[in-house]
T-cell receptor
């Protein structure tokens, strides 16, 4: 299946700092989704991107659909303790309707 | 806000037994999915379902797995003869349609095979 490389694998930051993570794929996608997963729960949708170059915000979160269609990034500004969790990117290609998930970025926010 | 609901939240089963995981997708959604997440690993696609049939499946979804939409609301995943390596979180997701629509996930069923 498709490989999505997500980096960094983990981050330890001070409360108030900004966070940036990204996802790259070997093939082009027509949709990028970013999810947050808390322990023992399902992924919760944060941001959905449907067009190359699209930049979308959701509160302190901003994500962009790369113009090459092979990457996406997620930024979190002014991090707070409740931002702790694992962030996953997911992409869908132009054929089929399954989503491929990245390996996740584990975020720890130190108060 | 409408949610995808999954039951049970935790299922413990003896190896070799059959297990059925249940999902109620969001009511106006047409596309349904099952994913698996082994502890500490990424979410892996199992199968997608549309118009009462499987539209895609991964290599993980072998003959031991089956899906069914027995009525207008439930979407089930059956594992016929469970193995130890089937222990994982199983997530159901649904999507209103293809195109510019995201998937929404349930909270998952933790399956533990003894």
């Amino acid at each position: 299946g498709q490989q999505l490389n997500q980096s960094p694998q983990s981050m330890f930051i001070q409360e108030g700092e900004d966070v940036s993570m990204n996802c790259t794929s070997s093939s082009i996608f027509n949709t990028w989704l970013w999810y947050k997963q808390d322990p023992g729960e399902g992924p919760v949708l944060l941001i959905a991107l449907y067009k190359a170059g699209e930049l979308t915000s959701n509160g302190r979160l901003t994500a962009q659909f790369g113009i090459t269609r092979k990457d996406s990034f997620l930024n979190i500004s002014a991090s707070i303790p409740s931002d702790v969790g694992i962030y996953f990117c997911a992409g869908q290609g132009y054929t089929g309707n399954q989503f491929y998930f990245g390996t996740g970025t584990s975020l720890t926010v130190i108060p | 806000e409408p949610e995808v609901t999954q039951t049970p939240s935790h299922q413990v089963t003896q190896m070799g037994q059959e297990v059925i995981l249940r999902c109620v997708p969001i009511s106006n959604h047409l596309y349904f999915y099952w994913y698996r997440q082994i502890l500490g690993q990424k979410v892996e696609f199992l199968v997608s379902f549309y118009n009462n049939e499987i539209s895609e499946k991964s290599e993980i979804f072998d003959d031991q797995f089956s899906v069914e939409r027995p009525d207008g609301s439930n979407f089930t995943l059956k594992i016929r003869s469970t193995k130890l390596e089937d222990s994982a979180m199983y997530f159901c997701a649904s999507r209103e349609r293809t195109g510019n629509q995201p998937q929404h996930f349930g909270d998952g069923t933790r399956l533990s095979i003894l």
